[in-house]
């Protein structure tokens, strides 16, 4: 069983969006699997085969995995993926789709982004990409409306792209560069085409070189799409 990441889903210039890489590698535990952690190992390379792996119960690496699978290029381990126990998922109170559209005007991405070619929210991206812009509303959250397109709605790893990147805005990214960890999440919905979702950011907590945020993404009815709590790590610029 294989797994490719194409060039458009890349977050950085040359590796896969966490939150993409993350939801493609979670739908391979199977449907109605619930909520997933999805810890990252190395930056997943862009238009490569990777190899998906069965692992049973036990212990890898620390992380208790149960029916899990994990991801492989060549020798190296770049991801892996197990269901999890939701003891700690936040759901991020959500604004009203005209205060996330206004947020977006105060994106700190349009002055400084040290992924601009980011499928979720790059500033140097078109119509191919989601052009999620999420600005500060108070301290610590950020909110912005993603405007779903036809090819994108539907798609499960969509919404864990967008339960991506508001997460490190709130971090802040732009001023100490993050890449994507770790990202519990769990999508008991699903979007429609055309559809204006709100998507919400929060920092919960930082420690040393790591920050911990949630996100949430509503529906244009209110409802929950998807929730997240991810761990972000701090990285030299000049690896951005």
Same mark, same amino acid.
């Given at each position: 069983m294989t797994l490719l990441?194409?060039?458009?889903?890349?977050g950085?210039t040359?590796s896969?969006?966490?939150?993409?890489?993350?939801g493609?590698l979670?739908?391979?535990?199977?449907? *109605? $699997?619930?909520?997933?952690t999805v810890?990252?190992? %190395?930056?997943?390379p862009?238009?490569?085969?990777?190899?998906v792996?069965?692992v049973?119960?036990?212990l890898?690496?620390?992380v208790?995995?149960?029916?899990g699978v994990?991801?492989?290029?060549g020798?190296? %381990?770049?991801a892996? !993926?197990t269901r999890a126990t $939701?003891? *700690?998922l936040v759901t991020v109170?959500?604004?009203g789709?005209?205060?996330?559209?206004e947020?977006?005007?105060?994106?700190?991405g349009?002055?400084?982004?040290?992924f601009?070619?980011?499928?979720v929210?790059g500033?140097?991206?078109?119509?191919?990409?989601?052009?999620?812009?999420?600005?500060?509303i108070?301290?610590?959250?950020?909110?912005?409306?993603?405007t779903v397109?036809?090819d994108? !709605?539907?798609r499960? #790893?969509?919404?864990w !792209?967008?339960l991506?990147?508001p997460?490190?805005?709130?971090a802040?990214? #732009?001023g100490?560069?993050?890449?994507l960890g770790?990202?519990?999440? #769990?999508v008991?919905?699903?979007t429609?085409?055309?559809e204006?979702?709100v998507?919400?950011?929060?920092? %919960?907590?930082?420690?040393?070189?790591?920050s911990?945020?949630?996100t949430?993404l509503?529906? #244009?009815?209110g409802?929950v799409?998807?929730?997240?709590?991810?761990?972000?790590?701090a990285?030299?610029?000049?690896?951005?």
């Amino acid at each position: 069983m294989t797994l490719l990441v194409p060039h458009r889903f890349r977050g950085p210039t040359t590796s896969g969006n966490g939150g993409y890489t993350a939801g493609v590698l979670a739908a391979r535990l199977g449907a *109605d $699997v619930g909520a997933v952690t999805v810890t990252l190992r %190395l930056p997943p390379p862009l238009e490569t085969p990777m190899v998906v792996q069965p692992v049973g119960d036990g212990l890898h690496d620390g992380v208790t995995l149960r029916d899990g699978v994990t991801l492989h290029h060549g020798d190296d %381990l770049v991801a892996e !993926a197990t269901r999890a126990t $939701v003891t *700690d998922l936040v759901t991020v109170p959500p604004v009203g789709p005209e205060q996330a559209a206004e947020a977006s005007s105060t994106y700190a991405g349009l002055r400084r982004h040290p992924f601009p070619e980011c499928f979720v929210c790059g500033t140097a991206r078109g119509e191919d990409a989601m052009g999620l812009r999420p600005g500060r509303i108070d301290h610590g959250r950020t909110a912005c409306v993603w405007t779903v397109a036809p090819d994108l !709605a539907g798609r499960a #790893e969509l919404v864990w !792209a967008a339960l991506d990147c508001p997460g490190g805005w709130a971090a802040p990214i #732009e001023g100490r560069p993050m890449v994507l960890g770790r990202i519990t999440a #769990e999508v008991p919905g699903t979007t429609r085409p055309g559809e204006r979702c709100v998507v919400m950011g929060q920092l %919960l907590a930082t420690a040393g070189r790591k920050s911990f945020t949630a996100t949430t993404l509503y529906g #244009e009815d209110g409802r929950v799409v998807g929730r997240a709590r991810s761990t972000w790590i701090a990285v030299p610029a000049t690896a951005a």
